[in-house]
């Protein structure tokens, strides 16, 4: 482990689990004195949206056997079920999401072991990054600080979109905008609930407010619900070379029709042809014209992610039981008019429907608009990004770095869900652990040019945290770093948590 200060650093933004996941291949990929300082406003490390629910119903969407952090070890979090959680777990399993959580947070803290590099937590928000100076960029924090780095990634994820929301419910205390703020549902009246969007976020949200005196409505436009995994997983069928070099959104349409058809009657399972075609889905994507990807989000989107984000079979089973118990009611339409009464909001639907409510959740998941974010209207703003395709996120070259106006480059990175303008598909974690490791190929090539090695860095950071294995317990990292070599520095470390336990002072910057 060096000690001392760092020849380079590299801000990570964003500390969920596509942060983490790029701060651990930072850590592993490094040979030098690199310092790699992941931010996040949350206590909690590697967790973020998805996986920060205590909710043991909330389960991954995934089978265990497709949720390693390794793109080239598929057995890692298999492994890590089975040493920590359950010899008995098996790869076909759907397990608790908040598993996965504890499962990133200890790969992250396993290559903050291994690594030469030294990892720092720092909590706050990044509101501005700036590069009119130098090479670096400076990172601009809610709290006021700054941060110079010589390269950044945004890890940001994206929040719930509420642009469909009309005024009525805009300035509504009934209205819940983001179902995941950690025990907001808590706070659902029991009464009448509106559900707004009947996705995978839906599913979540009716297995943890269903109550016998609470009666559930969901409404979505195309009234379209998840999609089932099969317990018994249908191996992938490669898609016929035809889809890949599809064109239009028309021919892309037929020949994924008769793709389907044929793997149905090859196979049985319609699941097999949509599973195979993750490998080209992005070469897919760039070749339609962007009125083609338009075309595509108003109409087909609903159906593909329904068909490609499915649900667990035993998460079906829940959701089918709340149905048929009759507190679960089911409209397809949009919210028009919305009326806070006081004590209810009275919501007119557009079949017609009117009902009143004690709270209306918005269910349409993480599908903000890239200029509602201040950051990220910060980078659009002064030109270091420009938006994704078909308005999709940002524009990024293959590798995730961010493309500016005019063909601006700065060391800035991103992945995840801000891609997905460039590859359609850039949420779930089989595509987050690729680009993770290929973000940090990019910026340790970009670091280990001669001209960024010269210059040396200069931070402004006097808060940072030593991140711990879970859920930033400082020490618990630290002590493990002291069984292998301390140093004067950890020995001073040591002293601070001492006096402040849980938290070290990182004096070094
Ligand atoms: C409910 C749900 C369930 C899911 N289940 C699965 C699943 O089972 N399998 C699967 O493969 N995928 C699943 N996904 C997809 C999921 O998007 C990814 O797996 C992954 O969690 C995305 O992580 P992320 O780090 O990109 O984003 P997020 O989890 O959104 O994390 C982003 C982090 O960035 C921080 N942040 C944002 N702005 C700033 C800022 N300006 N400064 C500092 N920090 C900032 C936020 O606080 C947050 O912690 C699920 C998604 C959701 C919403």
């Not at 996941?21 to 790699?36: G, I, N, P, Q, S």
């Not at 409510?357 to 998941?365: E, I, K, Y």
């Not at 106006?405 to 595509?431: I, K, Q, V, Y």
């Amino acid at each position: 482990m060096t000690e001392g200060k760092a020849d380079c650093t590299v801000a990570v933004i964003g500390a969920g689990a596509a942060g983490a996941l790029t701060a651990a291949r930072l850590l592993d990929a490094t040979d030098r004195a690199l310092r790699v300082v992941l931010i996040d406003p949350d206590r909690a490390t590697a967790r973020g949206v998805a996986y920060s629910t205590p909710d043991g119903r909330h389960l991954l969407n995934v089978p265990a056997a497709g949720m390693s952090a390794l793109p080239d070890e598929a057995d890692d979090f298999v492994n890590w079920l089975h040493e920590h959680v359950d010899a008995n777990i098996k790869s076909s399993t759907f397990v608790a999401r908040a598993r996965y959580g504890d499962y990133l947070a200890d790969h992250l803290a396993a290559s903050a072991r291994r690594s030469s590099a030294r990892l720092v937590r720092r909590h706050d928000r990044v509101v501005a990054v700036d590069h009119t100076t130098g090479r670096q960029v400076v990172l601009r924090f809610d709290s006021g600080e700054t941060l110079a780095a010589d390269a950044a990634v945004l890890a940001t994820g994206t929040s719930p979109g509420v642009a469909w929301a009309p005024p009525g419910l805009l300035t509504s205390d009934r209205f819940v905008r983001d179902p995941w703020v950690p025990g907001v549902l808590d706070g659902l009246p029991d009464t009448d609930v509106l559900l707004v969007g009947t996705g995978l976020t839906m599913v979540d949200v009716v297995l943890a407010a269903d109550r016998p005196s609470r009666p559930l409505h969901a409404v979505s436009r195309h009234g379209v619900v998840p999609a089932v995994h099969r317990s018994e997983k249908t191996p992938p069928v490669p898609a016929p070379a035809e889809l890949a070099e599809a064109d239009s959104l028309d021919s892309l349409r037929s020949t994924l029709r008769r793709h389907v058809a044929q793997t149905v009657r090859r196979t049985g399972d319609w699941r097999a042809a949509i599973d195979g075609l993750r490998p080209i889905t992005a070469q897919v994507w760039k070749r339609l014209s962007d009125s083609d990807k338009q075309e595509f989000l108003r109409n087909d989107a609903r159906a593909w992610d329904a068909h490609r984000h499915r649900m667990a079979p035993v998460t079906a089973e829940r959701l089918a039981a709340v149905r048929e118990s009759g507190r679960l009611c089911q409209h397809t339409g949009e919210v028009v008019a919305a009326e806070d009464t006081g004590d209810a909001i009275r919501v007119l639907l557009s079949d017609g429907t009117a009902m009143t409510v004690g709270a209306v959740v918005n269910c349409t998941g993480p599908v903000g608009d890239a200029s509602a974010d201040p950051l990220l209207a910060s980078l659009l703003a002064c030109g270091l990004a420009r938006a994704g395709s078909a308005g999709l996120g940002l524009d990024t070259a293959d590798d995730g770095r961010i493309l500016g106006a005019t063909g601006r480059l700065a060391p800035l990175w991103t992945l995840g869900a801000l891609r997905r303008g460039s590859l359609w598909e850039s949420t779930a974690m089989p595509e987050i652990r690729t680009q993770a490791a290929d973000v940090a190929t990019g910026v340790a090539a970009y670091l280990s040019r001669p001209a960024v090695r010269a210059h040396s860095s200069r931070l402004a950071a006097p808060h940072e945290l030593m991140i711990g294995d879970r859920g930033d317990d400082a020490a618990t990292l630290l002590d493990k770093r002291l069984t292998r070599r301390p140093s004067p520095l950890d020995v001073r470390r040591r002293n601070a948590l001492a006096t402040h336990p849980g938290i070290a002072v990182d004096h070094t910057a």
